[in-house]
């Protein structure tokens, strides 16, 4: 049968599950679906077994299938990397009242959770995560590994670079055509901050207009 797995007992994780065994619920062959965690705190978690990623390799499979369900963008990356090189493959977990309309291109690997809109022309890196009631307005550019928390406003004409994290939230006002509000590499932005210009890379911003924080 084919093996697969969720990556990350804890927080999303659990979140996604339901969202994945609906999914897989569907499939015509068949399959074990359970949580893979490097240091499970249990054997079981709300009727799925919980194994190492070793012990999850160990099972006997047609195939295995996997996603990474951890927020930070840079974790996400080297387990990623990890499961490539072991031939895993990764699926998309997408909930059934998402909103995607035209133009839109996704990588693989991403997590599109409940009451997600992806509206038009935008174009979406590997491995993204959008989290409850997030959205993605229209001529918007999204790197790899870039993760959205619950309730961001990301608006039109908006870059986004790889593994930047976007806090509950946070609003992102919209850029203009040929001149996108740039969010850099590696930023931070913090719950409920409302983005009114350019993030550097790296860096972390909060407040209404945000602002970086002082170290």
């Not at 996704?106 to 997590?111: A, L, N, P, R, T």
């Not at 022309?121 to 870039?146: K, M, P, Q, T, W």
């Amino acid at each position: 049968m084919n093996q697969v797995a969720i990556f990350g007992a804890s927080g999303c994780g659990r979140g996604v599950m339901p969202l994945a065994r609906r999914q897989w619920a569907d499939s015509d062959e068949p399959h074990n679906l359970v949580f893979v965690d490097d240091n499970p705190k249990a054997s079981q978690c709300n009727g799925h077994s919980i194994l190492t990623y070793s012990e999850w390799l160990g099972l006997p499979a047609k195939r295995r299938y996997i996603n990474i369900a951890i927020a930070h963008g840079r974790v996400r990356e080297a387990l990623v990397a990890r499961c490539a090189a072991d031939g895993v493959v990764f699926f998309d977990i997408r909930a059934a009242n998402v909103v995607q309309l035209d133009e839109v291109q996704i990588g693989e690997g991403s997590i599109l959770c409940p009451f997600v809109t992806l509206t038009s022309n935008i174009r979406i890196g590997r491995h993204f995560h959008a989290n409850l009631y997030s959205y993605v307005e229209h001529d918007c550019v999204i790197g790899d590994f870039v993760t959205f928390a619950p309730g961001v406003k990301c608006n039109g004409n908006v870059v986004i670079d790889d593994h930047a994290y976007i806090g509950a939230g946070a609003v992102i006002k919209q850029g203009q055509p040929g001149q996108p509000l740039v969010i850099g590499r590696d930023a931070v932005v913090g719950m409920g901050a409302v983005v009114t210009r350019n993030v550097p890379p790296g860096a972390t911003v909060a407040g209404n207009p945000a602002r970086p924080l002082s170290k």
